[in-house]
């Protein structure tokens, strides 16, 4: 596979691809349409905050498989045109966790105690002790805004230092907050109010965007304002002139609405406010975390694995993954037999597990089940878009669990409807390895899903398979398996054939003319 990086991330991650024989060319500082001829034949893009991964990048890339963000935040990528285009975005949230968080620590220092300031008027010549009367944080109040992975390292940071935590994040629960000694508050003002220092931790959206304005900055009279996450989410004139009039005493800010910081930014004209070019992940330790990270999820992609941090896709932790693994492509064959057996215009799918399965994360699965649901249309489909392409297409998907499961360990039964007329297919794993279809609609069956399947359904007639095996040898077809289920005697019966060869129209033309042949389907699997 082809990896393009137009970003600059440590040589270890580099190394890391290489390694898993894959190629790897860069391409830093790339942009417009050199990128867009850039990727056009890569199988993996790999990027920090630099390069903007639009619709048209997507569009450009028809063999783009994944895009890993070495680092945290994606404001830069469309995840949207991602999901519709069904490639993977995965970002790498723990490796500059602790990075961002000691900066972050170290920013509010350095605004509680004019650090910078100090250091410039002495490195100037001046020994201007008496000018500079720093804050303490310890008794004082520490408002988080954003109380996700850094927002709660900073928390434990400065709460470790005497500092009282209070945050505002409508994502978290009570406990989750309690659990590092903050109180929850509901409205970004009351966090604001109750705050001497402010620090945020929240990623760019429409909703976060200029979050912080003069009305918001007013809450927080004689404090400080840290922001070390994303940059647009403060009005920085309003910041820039409320430090200025006096109304806090400092901020400061490694991130910026746009970047590099423009040299007419009011915040350069502030003495109090202290500003860093995006440093919050730039450790050794951090960038070499992130990208080893990015690596080894692009490499997860390649093996068709679920990618631990995808955003757009389901992820699955490696316990889990050990769990689930064997049904994925379990979930995908029964959704491909089911939607080729019904044949019709299907408004809802059905995923069902049953037993062991049940207690396990099945999201990743269920995207599965779907991905093999479209995969006999026209569409590109996979497992990321699976669901999306479901929901434009106003098709509903429902999942259920039962810890009853008949006679087998686990069991995935995935069921298409018009909500008329409806197929399931249900299968199971043996031995982790061996994959089954244990009962089609009310038909117990064994049958291996394998390449070239023949489903027939016919009378319970002394004769009929008999006649099935002539029309199939005389047509040069040999079958590789055939497995044979029925409702009551005498009544109806279900048989799969696994077959070397598709059959022909006119064969099944010709099974289809005896009288005692219901319906007869040919299934392709795509596996040969």
């Given at each position: 596979m082809?990896?393009?990086v137009?970003?600059?991330?440590?040589d270890?991650?580099?190394?890391r691809l290489?390694?898993?024989?894959?190629?790897?060319e860069?391409?830093?500082?790339?942009?417009?349409?050199?990128?867009l001829?850039?990727?056009?034949?890569?199988?993996?893009l790999?990027?920090?905050?630099?390069?903007?991964?639009?619709?048209?990048?997507?569009a450009?890339?028809p063999?783009?498989?994944?895009?890993?963000?070495?680092g945290?935040g994606?404001?830069?990528?469309?995840?949207?045109?991602?999901?519709?285009h069904?490639?993977?975005?995965?970002?790498?949230?723990?490796g500059?966790?602790?990075?961002?968080a000691?900066?972050?620590?170290a920013?509010?220092?350095a605004t509680?105690?004019?650090?910078?300031?100090?250091?410039d008027?002495?490195?100037?010549?001046?020994?201007?002790?008496?000018?500079?009367?720093?804050t303490?944080?310890?008794?004082?109040?520490?408002?988080?805004?954003?109380?996700?992975?850094?927002?709660?390292?900073?928390?434990?940071?400065?709460?470790?230092?005497g500092?009282?935590?209070?945050t505002?994040?409508?994502?978290?629960?009570e406990?989750?907050?309690?659990?590092?000694?903050?109180?929850?508050?509901d409205?970004?003002?009351?966090?604001?109010?109750?705050?001497d220092?402010?620090?945020?931790?929240t990623p760019?959206t429409?909703?976060?965007?200029n979050?912080?304005g003069?009305?918001?900055?007013a809450q927080?009279?004689?404090?400080y304002?840290i922001n070390?996450?994303?940059?647009?989410?403060?009005?920085?004139?309003a910041?820039?002139?409320?430090?200025?009039?006096g109304?806090?005493?400092g901020?400061a800010?490694?991130?910026?609405?746009?970047e590099?910081?423009p040299e007419?930014?009011?915040l350069?004209?502030?003495e109090?406010?202290i500003?860093?070019?995006?440093?919050?992940?730039s450790?050794?330790?951090?960038?070499e975390?992130?990208?080893?990270?990015?690596a080894?999820?692009?490499?997860a992609?390649f093996n068709?694995?679920?990618?631990?941090?995808?955003?757009n896709?389901?992820?699955?932790?490696?316990?889990?993954?050990?769990?689930?693994?064997?049904?994925?492509?379990l979930?995908d064959t029964?959704?491909?037999?089911?939607?080729?057996?019904?044949?019709?215009?299907?408004?809802?799918?059905?995923?069902t597990?049953a037993?062991?399965?049940?207690?396990?994360?099945?999201?990743?699965?269920?995207?599965s089940?779907?991905?093999?649901v479209?995969?006999p249309?026209?569409?590109?489909?996979n497992a990321?878009?699976?669901?999306?392409?479901?929901?434009?297409?106003?098709?509903?998907v429902?999942?259920s669990k039962t810890?009853s499961?008949e006679?087998?360990?686990?069991l995935?039964t995935?069921?298409?409807?018009?909500?008329?007329?409806?197929?399931s297919?249900?299968?199971t794993q043996?031995?982790?390895?061996?994959?089954r279809?244990?009962r089609?609609d009310d038909f117990?069956i064994?049958?291996?899903?394998?390449?070239?399947m023949?489903?027939?359904r016919?009378?319970?007639?002394?004769?009929?398979?008999?006649?099935?095996?002539?029309?199939?040898?005389?047509s040069d077809?040999?079958?590789?398996?055939?497995f044979?289920?029925?409702?009551?005697?005498?009544?109806?019966?279900l048989?799969?054939?696994?077959?070397?060869?598709?059959?022909?129209?006119?064969?099944?033309?010709?099974?289809?003319?005896?009288?005692?042949?219901?319906?007869?389907?040919?299934?392709?699997?795509?596996?040969?």
């Amino acid at each position: 596979m082809k990896v393009l990086v137009t970003d600059p991330i440590a040589d270890a991650g580099l190394e890391r691809l290489r390694e898993a024989g894959h190629e790897v060319e860069t391409a830093y500082d790339v942009e417009g349409d050199a990128l867009l001829e850039a990727v056009a034949d890569v199988n993996a893009l790999i990027v920090r905050s630099g390069t903007q991964v639009t619709e048209e990048v997507f569009a450009a890339a028809p063999d783009l498989v994944i895009v890993g963000r070495a680092g945290i935040g994606v404001d830069n990528i469309d995840i949207d045109a991602a999901t519709d285009h069904g490639v993977i975005v995965a970002n790498a949230p723990e490796g500059n966790v602790r990075a961002a968080a000691e900066h972050s620590v170290a920013m509010a220092f350095a605004t509680a105690r004019s650090i910078p300031q100090a250091h410039d008027r002495l490195k100037g010549g001046e020994w201007a002790k008496g000018e500079f009367l720093g804050t303490e944080v310890n008794n004082k109040t520490l408002g988080v805004v954003g109380f996700g992975r850094v927002g709660q390292e900073v928390a434990k940071r400065l709460g470790g230092l005497g500092m009282d935590i209070v945050t505002f994040d409508p994502y978290i629960s009570e406990e989750r907050a309690e659990q590092f000694g903050a109180e929850l508050v509901d409205d970004l003002d009351d966090c604001l109010a109750a705050a001497d220092f402010v620090t945020i931790h929240t990623p760019l959206t429409p909703e976060t965007e200029n979050m912080i304005g003069e009305e918001e900055l007013a809450q927080l009279e004689g404090g400080y304002v840290i922001n070390c996450a994303r940059g647009g989410i403060i009005d920085e004139p309003a910041l820039a002139e409320a430090v200025e009039d006096g109304l806090l005493k400092g901020a400061a800010l490694d991130v910026f609405g746009e970047e590099p910081l423009p040299e007419d930014s009011p915040l350069l004209d502030v003495e109090d406010v202290i500003v860093t070019p995006h440093l919050g992940a730039s450790t050794e330790a951090a960038q070499e975390n992130v990208a080893t990270s990015t690596a080894d999820q692009v490499v997860a992609a390649f093996n068709e694995e679920p990618v631990a941090n995808a955003l757009n896709a389901p992820s699955l932790d490696e316990a889990t993954f050990r769990e689930v693994g064997p049904y994925l492509d379990l979930a995908d064959t029964a959704g491909r037999i089911a939607v080729q057996l019904f044949g019709g215009h299907m408004s809802t799918v059905e995923v069902t597990y049953a037993g062991d399965i049940a207690e396990e994360d099945v999201e990743y699965v269920t995207a599965s089940a779907l991905k093999g649901v479209f995969a006999p249309s026209d569409l590109q489909v996979n497992a990321v878009n699976a669901p999306q392409i479901a929901e434009d297409r106003g098709i509903d998907v429902t999942e259920s669990k039962t810890r009853s499961s008949e006679d087998y360990q686990s069991l995935i039964t995935v069921t298409v409807s018009d909500g008329e007329e409806s197929v399931s297919v249900c299968g199971t794993q043996f031995g982790g390895e061996e994959p089954r279809i244990v009962r089609i609609d009310d038909f117990r069956i064994e049958a291996v899903p394998h390449g070239h399947m023949l489903v027939v359904r016919n009378k319970d007639e002394p004769g009929t398979i008999g006649f099935i095996g002539t029309v199939l040898g005389e047509s040069d077809i040999n079958i590789a398996g055939m497995f044979n289920g029925r409702e009551t005697i005498g009544g109806e019966a279900l048989s799969v054939y696994n077959l070397d060869e598709p059959p022909m129209n006119d064969v099944l033309d010709r099974l289809q003319s005896d009288d005692r042949i219901i319906e007869t389907t040919y299934v392709a699997l795509g596996d040969e």
